[in-house]
């Protein structure tokens, strides 16, 4: 059994140390708050992100980074993008040793338009991993830490460290696949929040299961085609990292993304809606990276800037549905046999 440090004790991160501490790792939960470590270690519990799960009592929470990383075989990074860079700098000032970095955030950091294991390439020095793994699919915490049937992907370019992650978490309530498409992975499970952003502004704007369906399958082209322009393997979108996860978070009441959409959708201020719901919300960030990306790659994205619009730029949600339905007539499968056909060369 491995000792491991998992860095993150949000929903997520709790939810995955407590996978992993069934499958009788040695596991160590790193949290930054002081108050939120004595609370895991005296009550089990961590009852702002997940107060439904009664933790293992063998989890160990650490606010110190560098004795939770100490003799560590892997490093799981489950914090928000908006951590990551930060995080990792701290990593490589207490990290003495070579280890497996797994992570599994879901973001794009705007500006840059980098993945995550990207920004993780560019703050941990490389003396201490071989290749970064991510972990995605359709997964929320709430289910995860239930013991619910779940399944995920495990991905990197090194499939010896994809298969270490799979064999660190599979269990039979957690099933774990792998693949080599690194940027496929990151970028389905990044990308499909700005669509579950959408489906709850549409619930929120009180339009129907059609309305919904529209949104899944156009955005699933939208992501395809942004994925593929990136150099993703189309096939990963119709994969667990794909339109799975987008099914789990378009659809689900578990789901930060999909709750802020509904609060949109019901005439809230994006700033309202951020400080009402506590927990990370991916899909704010990340719509502003697909859109400064669609912007300068020329990729037409209408879903992606009706939501941006309605984030950023104040526009009403009813007036961007309006415009989305009136947009100029066209063959569904155009630019589906464009990606196939024309932009993905493996
Ligand atoms: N929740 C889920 O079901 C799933 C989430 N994910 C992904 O996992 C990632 C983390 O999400 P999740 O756990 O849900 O988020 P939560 O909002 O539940 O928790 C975020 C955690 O990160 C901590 N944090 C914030 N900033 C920093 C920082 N600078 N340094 C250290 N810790 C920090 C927060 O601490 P504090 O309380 O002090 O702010 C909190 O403990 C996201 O990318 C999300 O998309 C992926 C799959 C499923
Ligand atoms: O990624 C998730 C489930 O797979 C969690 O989605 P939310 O961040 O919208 O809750």
């Known amino acids: 059994m491995e000792k491991i440090a998992v860095i993150g004790a949000g929903s997520w991160g709790s939810a995955l140390a407590l996978v992993l501490s069934d ?12 108050s939120q470590a004595e609370e895991i270690n005296h009550t089990h519990i961590n009852s702002k992100y997940l107060p439904n799960a009664k933790l293992p009592n063998e989890i160990r929470a650490y606010h110190d980074l560098k004795q939770a990383v100490d003799g560590v075989s892997t490093v799981v990074l489950v914090v928000p993008t908006t951590a990551i860079r930060e995080v990792c700098k701290q990593l490589g000032e207490v990290l ?6 797994i992570h ?9 338009l980098k993945r995550v294991s990207e920004m993780i390439e560019e703050e941990l020095p490389r003396k201490y991993y071989e290749e970064v793994v991510v ?12 013991r619910q049937p779940t399944t995920v992907t495990a991905s990197s370019n090194s499939i010896a460290e994809a298969e270490k992650a799979q064999d660190l978490f599979i269990n039979e309530n957690f099933r774990v696949y792998t693949s080599p498409d690194m940027i496929g992975v990151e970028l389905g499970g990044a990308l499909k929040n700005i669509i579950a952003l959408g489906s709850g502004i549409s619930d929120g704007l009180g339009y129907g299961d059609n309305a919904k369906a529209a949104l899944m399958t156009r955005g699933l082209a939208e992501i395809a085609r942004l994925g593929t322009s990136m150099g993703a393997n189309p096939l990963t979108f119709i994969g667990l990292a794909g339109v799975g996860d987008l099914i789990v978070t378009c659809t689900s009441v578990h789901s930060r993304n999909w709750k802020a959409g509904s609060l949109l959708g019901k005439g809230n201020s994006l700033d309202d809606v951020l400080n ?8 704010a960030r990340t719509t502003k990276a697909a859109y400064q990306f669609s912007q300068e790659k020329k990729i037409e994205m209408p879903i992606t800037n009706g939501i941006y619009r309605i984030l950023f730029e104040e526009a009403k949600p009813k007036d961007v549905v309006d415009q989305l339905m009136t947009r100029m007539r066209r063959h569904e499968m155009e630019d589906l046999s464009n990606i196939l056909n024309n932009k993905y060369s493996s």
Request: hydrophobic share 30%.
């Open 135 to 146: 972990l995605s699919g359709p997964s929320h915490a709430e289910e995860v830490s239930d």
């Open 104 to 112: 599994g955030t879901k973001g794009i950091e705007p500006k840059t």
């Open 23 to 34: 499958n009788s790792h040695e596991v160590r939960l790193w949290t930054h708050n002081k």
């Open 276 to 283: 009402k719901m506590g927990m990370v919300v991916e899909g």
């Open 96 to 101: 003495n040793h070579k280890v497996t970095i």
